[in-house]
């Protein structure tokens, strides 16, 4: 057993779990369906406006993550027009803590619904400029939802009643914005909220080891393989298409599979048009079979958690088996890392499909990220500024970023957003490096080595 726990030295550091507690969601009283991407607003928020909530964001210590999602909605201005004008009221902001939790748990969330989430926290001024919290009675936000303020405590209740506290960082020079850190996280779309309580429900019965258990488990029972010389290979993929119901059709045709395995092949050979420097991980993927199943299992959430999915895609030497079903807002999709070799579960939404209705995100590169987290790489936030994501010549962030082109990490450097396991929009990314394409093939050498020729 030590030698087991030996091997897992420094290169091999695995994600940090946040152990909360307390989940410390804001209860919603009235959350109701929003439409897949937000409407353009009449007054939406102006360029001026978001430029100075970001800098009230960025003077404060622990609000990076919400500072990170304002530049992704203010960056673009179709996306700026989605947002309503966060003016003259009260605004509520997640803190860092919470949302790495948040980064936890959903994987490549859907960023347009950040949008909602602010419009869920911020809510106009009350009589004589007073905010919800001061009140006793519950309170609805510009984007609809309900929250009640606690009792006789600055804060919001939780499902449970108990008061998620806020502390007020003062106002905003120009735009009349009183602005609120919140000790927990409020306004998250509900497949998101699903998620972090069935994450949260898993840790607290203790029915999910730890990842680190796993890991050294797992060193440990492939003795003393340590990687692989080989440094090419053709991976066989198959695609489940699960619905629901017989009368629930995801659209996922031979033409759009093969459009991704094709866009796929590119990116993982290194021909990805790309500005900057990329590689080739020497990985090919060839059609597989193509199948169609109902279950109710698959229904929106889906999730790689769901562990029921897996007789859909038995384990089988030499094959990655891609589940497609309604994942929601969020993760677009989602995959098992190479070592946890129990499972190999991927997961991918029907809409990010090449020629997917969501035209914003349908260039085949949510696959691409996720095969890259099931080949063994993490996002570069994955241990924050304290290792990154175990890869040498990548930068380590603070946190993920959803904007394209150069920016800070919050750990001292720069980068570019061409990384294809970070989560700029897919227009931006192009690029593994050989550091990844090192650590993919260390990784298959020691925990898929099925997938080897
Ligand atoms: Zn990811």
Known sequence: MLQ?????????????????????????????????????????TTDAECREIITFLGAASNLSEMKNIWGFICEDADRRQRLKEIKDGCLYVNSDEYMRFF?????????????????????????GGTCPHEGALPATSVGGDSVTPCNGEDGF????????????????????????ALDGLIG?????????????????????????????????????????????????????ICNPSRYTRHRASYGQLQRQLTLLNQAYSGQYPCHSPTVDTGFRFAMGRISHVVDNQCKRPCTVRNKALERHVPRENGKIKVIICDTGNGPWGESDFAYEQGTRMLVLNPK?????????MNQGAVLMHELGHYLG???????RCGGGDNVDDTPNMANPKYDCGWRQTGCGS???????????????LCAFTQGQVNRMWQQTGRYTRDLLP
């Not at 290169?11 to 969601?25: G, W």
């Not at 990010?352 to 914003?360: A, E, T």
Request: include cysteine; charge should be negative.
């Open 157 to 180: 209740a939780d499902s449970t009643g108990e008061c998620i506290k806020v502390t007020s960082l003062g106002t905003t020079p120009t735009i009349n914005l009183k602005v609120y």
């Open 188 to 240: 998250l779309d509900h497949d998101w909220e699903t998620r972090m309580r069935d994450a949260h429900h898993a840790h607290e019965v203790g029915g999910e080891s730890s990842l680190l258990d796993t890991h050294e488990a797992e060193a440990e029972s492939v003795g003393d393989v340590e990687g692989t010389d080989i440094r090419s290979a053709r991976v066989i993929m198959d695609f489940v």
């Open 377 to 383: 790489l993490f996002h570069h936030w994955q241990h």
């Open 103 to 127: 980064d936890e748990t959903v994987e490549q969330p859907d960023p347009l619904h950040f949008i909602d989430m602010i419009e869920d926290s911020f809510f106009a001024f009350g009589a």
């Open 352 to 360: 990010v499909l090449p020629y997917g209705s969501r035209r914003d």
């Open 4 to 44: 087991g726990l030996l091997k897992v030295d420094k290169e091999e550091q695995l994600p940090i779990k946040q152990k909360k507690s307390r989940l410390s969601l804001v209860h919603a009283h009235n959350r109701h369906q929003r439409p897949d991407v937000p409407p353009i607003q009449a007054s939406p």
């Open 414 to 428: 720069w980068q570019d957003g061409s990384n294809f396991m970070g989560y700029a929009p897919p227009t931006c």
